[in-house]
C-alpha cells in the first residue's frame, strides 16, 4: 500500500478514539516523517475533536491535503490512490471552515469534494449559503438533499429547510417544517439506531427537537416548546444545540426558579459531555444563560465575571443562524441589566452596613460603572444598527436581531435606542405581525415607551389590559410591565393604582422590583423589642427597597420563638414571606452566633430579608407563606443554598 505500517497503526489508534495517545504518536512521528500525509490528518483530527484547537486543525489538515495532491494529483487518474482518505481529508476541512465562519472557502471545499466524489454533500452546502444570503440557493441545495437516497443527507436536508424557514421568519411554515423534521428523525432513530450506540453514530433527534421546539417558542406555543425540548434532552449527541439550554429560559419566562436551576445543571452537564469541538462553540452562551439565571436570583456578584466571560470572549457561530455581533449585543444588554442590579444590591448592603467604604470610593465606583454602562450601550447600538436587527428584535423570538433577549428585558432597548427610534420600529414591526397572539408582547413594550416618554398616565392604563391579554405563562413579563404601570401610576398621583401594580408584580416576581430600583410605599411595624430589634428597624427604615412611612406594604419585626424575623404583607394584606437571617454563621457556629453583638445579628436579618424578599421565587409557590411557624423561611433558605450550591460550580470553571 502507499502508507507505512506505522502510519496505518497510527490511523487504527485514532479511529479507536484514544486521543491523547494518538496525539502523542502524530506528533512524534511528523518529527521523524515531516511529510507524512497519515500523521498529518491524525493530528489535525485529533486537535480539532479532542481539544477545539481549529486553527492549527486546519493548518495541518491542508498540509495533509497538499502532500496527497502532490502526490496523487486529483486532475489525473491514478490506480491504488488511497481516495477515501482523501475523501475524509476534504469533509474534515469543510466542517472546520463552517466552524470557523470560513463560508466562501467551505463552499468552495464541498464544491471540489461534489466534482470528485459521490454523493455530494448538497446539506452540507445550505448553512454557507444561508449565512450568505443566498436563501434560494440554500433552499434547493436543501430539497436535493431531502430528495437524495442517504438517510445522512435527507436527515440533514430537513434540518436545513427547518434553518431556512426559521432565518425567513415565518412563523407556521417554520414551525411546521422542523415538526416534520423532528418527526421524521425520531422514526428513524426508533428503526435504525442500535442500542448503546455512541452519540456521534445515532440519528439526530436531539438537534431536530431543539429546533422545533425553537419555532415552537416563535409560534408562541409554550407547552409544545417543553414537550420538544424534553424529547430532545432524554438522548445525548454530539451537537451545540443543547435543549437544556432552551428549558432554561422557558423556565425563566414562567418563572419556575427550581426547575430553571435544574435545567442549567443538566445544560452544564450536557455541553461538558461534548467534544472540545462542539463544547467550545457554545461556551459564551453557557456563561449567558448562567448569568441570566443569577441575575433573576439575585447573585450579581456571581453574575458579573460569567457575563464579562461572554461579551469578551464571544462563541463562534458557525454552527448556528445567528450572528456573532448579534449574540455580543445581547449578552451586552444582559451585562447592561445586572449592573444596574448590581449597583441596586450595593445600595441595600449601605443600608444595613455591608458597605463601610466612605463617599468617595462609592463615587469613583459609579463613575466607573457609568463609563462601563457607555461601552455596553454602544454594543448594543451598533448590534442593531445591522441590517435589520432592531425590528427583528423586536419581533419577538425570531431570528435576525440580538439573540438571545428574554421578552422580559426587552424593555431595556427602550433605553438604549430611544422611545421614538422603539416606537417607529414597533408600528413597522406591528403592519406584517404573523400571530394575533403577538399584539400583547407589542402592547408590552409600547407600556415602556409611553413610560419613557413621560406619559405616565397612558403607560398605566395600558398596562392594565395588557396583564389582561398577555399569556399567563409569561410571568416575568408580566411582572415587568405592572413594576412599569406600578413606577407610573405613581409618578401619575394613582396611589392606590400603584400599589395594585406593586403587589402585582411582588406576587408574580418580586426581583423585578431591585431591577427596577423600585422603592415600595411601605409601614414598619415593630412589635419585638430589645437592641437587636432597634438595630434591624433604623436598617430597614434606611432600604432603598422600602419607602417608609407611605401606605402600602407592611413589614413587621416580630419575635417568633425567640427568634426575630421580618415579615413582609401586600397591600391586601397577603403574605409574601417570612425572613429569618441568612447568616452561615448561624449554622455554622451556634456558640459565635449567640455571641455576636445586636448590631451584627440585625445586620444579618436585614441583609437576608433583601436577598429573600427581592429575588426569584425558586419555586416555592406551593408553601403556606402565611404561616409563621418557620417552615417557609427554612424552605427558602434551603433552595436558595441548593441553587448557590449549583452556580458555585459554574463561576469556578
Known amino acids: ?14 479511529q479507536g478514539r484514544t486521543p491523547i495517545t494518538t496525539r502523542r504518536r502524530a506528533e512524534a512521528y511528523l518529527e521523524a516523517h515531516e511529510e507524512s500525509i497519515v500523521a498529518h490528518y491524525v493530528l489535525g483530527s485529533v486537535l480539532r475533536e479532542a481539544e477545539g484547537d481549529l486553527p492549527r486543525a486546519m493548518w495541518h489538515l491542508g498540509r495533509a491535503r497538499e502532500l496527497y495532491e502532490g502526490r496523487w494529483p486529483t486532475s489525473e487518474a491514478h490506480a491504488g490512490a488511497p481516495w477515501r482518505l482523501h475523501r475524509e481529508l476534504l469533509f474534515a476541512i469543510q466542517q472546520i471552515a463552517g466552524e470557523l465562519e470560513q463560508h466562501e ?13 459521490d454523493p455530494n454533500l448538497s446539506a452540507e452546502r445550505v448553512w454557507p449559503l444561508l449565512r450568505l444570503g443566498r436563501i434560494d440557493e440554500a433552499r434547493e441545495q436543501a430539497q436535493l438533499a431531502i430528495e437524495s437516497a442517504g438517510s445522512s443527507q435527507r436527515s440533514l436536508g430537513r434540518n436545513a429547510l427547518c434553518a431556512i424557514e426559521s432565518q425567513e421568519g415565518t412563523r407556521r411554515a417554520w414551525f411546521d417544517s422542523c415538526v416534520a423534521a423532528f418527526e421524521e428523525a425520531k422514526r428513524e432513530a426508533e428503526v435504525n439506531d442500535p442500542p448503546f450506540a455512541p452519540p456521534d453514530e445515532v440519528t439526530a433527534v436531539a438537534v431536530h427537537a431543539y429546533n422545533a421546539a425553537l419555532a415552537a417558542r416563535a409560534s408562541l406555543r409554550p407547552d409544545e416548546v417543553e414537550r420538544l425540548a424534553l424529547a430532545g434532552a432524554r438522548r445525548l449527541e454530539f451537537t451545540a444545540a443543547n435543549p437544556w439550554a432552551l428549558l432554561v429560559r422557558l423556565f425563566l419566562d414562567q418563572g419556575r426558579g427550581e426547575e430553571a436551576t435544574r435545567a442549567l445543571l443538566e445544560a452544564e452537564r450536557w ?9 467550545d462553540q457554545i461556551r459564551a452562551d453557557q456563561d449567558a444563560l448562567a448569568a441570566t439565571l443569577l441575575l433573576v436570583a439575585g447573585e450579581t456578584d456571581s453574575a458579573r465575571p460569567l457575563i464579562d466571560r461572554a461579551v469578551e470572549h464571544p462563541d463562534r457561530r458557525g454552527l448556528t443562524v445567528t450572528s456573532s455581533a448579534h449574540t455580543v449585543g445581547a449578552h451586552a444588554l444582559l451585562r447592561m441589566a445586572i449592573r444596574r442590579a448590581h449597583l441596586e444590591r450595593l445600595d441595600e448592603a449601605r443600608s444595613y452596613g455591608d458597605d463601610p467604604r466612605g463617599w468617595w470610593a462609592r463615587m469613583s465606583e459609579r463613575a466607573d460603572e457609568a463609563h462601563a454602562q457607555w461601552v455596553d450601550e454602544g454594543r448594543v447600538e451598533k448590534a442593531l444598527a445591522e441590517g435589520e436587527a432592531l425590528e427583528q428584535t423586536l419581533r419577538f423570538f425570531v431570528h435576525g436581531g440580538l439573540e438571545p433577549v428574554p ?8 433605553e438604549v435606542a430611544g ?16 400571530l394575533s397572539g403577538l399584539e400583547a408582547y407589542y402592547d408590552a413594550l409600547e407600556v415602556e415607551v409611553a413610560y419613557a416618554r413621560g406619559d405616565e398616565e397612558a403607560a398605566w392604563k395600558k398596562a392594565s389590559g395588557v396583564l389582561d391579554t398577555l399569556p399567563t405563562s409569561e410571568v416575568m413579563l408580566r411582572a415587568r410591565v405592572a413594576a412599569v404601570a406600578g413606577l407610573a401610576a405613581s409618578e401619575d398621583g394613582e396611589d392606590e393604582q400603584a400599589r395594585a401594580f406593586y403587589e402585582f408584580a411582588m406576587t408574580l416576581e418580586p426581583g423585578v422590583v431591585r431591577r427596577m430600583g423600585i422603592a415600595l410605599p411601605t409601614t414598619l411595624v415593630r412589635t419585638a423589642s430589645g437592641a437587636e430589634a432597634e438595630a434591624l428597624e433604623a436598617m430597614l427604615e434606611d432600604s432603598p427597597r422600602l419607602d417608609v412611612g407611605e401606605k402600602g406594604f407592611e413589614v413587621e419585626i416580630l419575635e417568633l420563638g425567640g427568634e426575630l424575623r421580618t415579615c413582609l404583607r401586600a397591600p391586601s394584606g397577603a403574605e409574601l414571606g417570612c425572613h ?3 447568616w452561615p454563621q448561624l449554622d455554622e457556629d451556634p456558640e459565635a452566633a449567640s455571641k455576636a453583638d445586636a448590631q451584627t445579628r440585625a445586620r444579618a436579618l436585614a441583609r437576608g430579608f433583601h436577598r429573600e424578599a427581592f429575588a426569584m421565587p425558586l419555586g416555592l409557590s406551593g408553601v403556606d407563606m402565611g404561616s409563621l411557624d418557620g417552615t417557609a423561611t427554612v424552605a427558602g433558605e434551603e433552595a436558595r443554598r441548593r441553587l448557590e450550591r449549583t452556580l458555585e460550580n459554574l463561576t469556578r470553571q
Not at 408 to 413: I, K, S
Open 1 to 14: 500500500g502507499p502508507f507505512e505500517d506505522e502510519e496505518k497503526a497510527l490511523y487504527a489508534e485514532y
Open 105 to 117: 472557502y467551505r463552499l468552495a471545499m464541498l464544491e471540489f469534494h461534489d466534482d470528485l466524489y
Open 271 to 279: 455541553r461538558a459531555r461534548q467534544p472540545p469541538a462542539l463544547r
Open 407 to 414: 421578552p422580559w428585558l426587552m424593555g431595556e432597548l427602550v
Open 419 to 434: 422611545a421614538g427610534v422603539i416606537a417607529q420600529a414597533l408600528a413597522e414591526v406591528r403592519e406584517d405581525a404573523e
Open 580 to 582: 429569618a437571617a441568612f
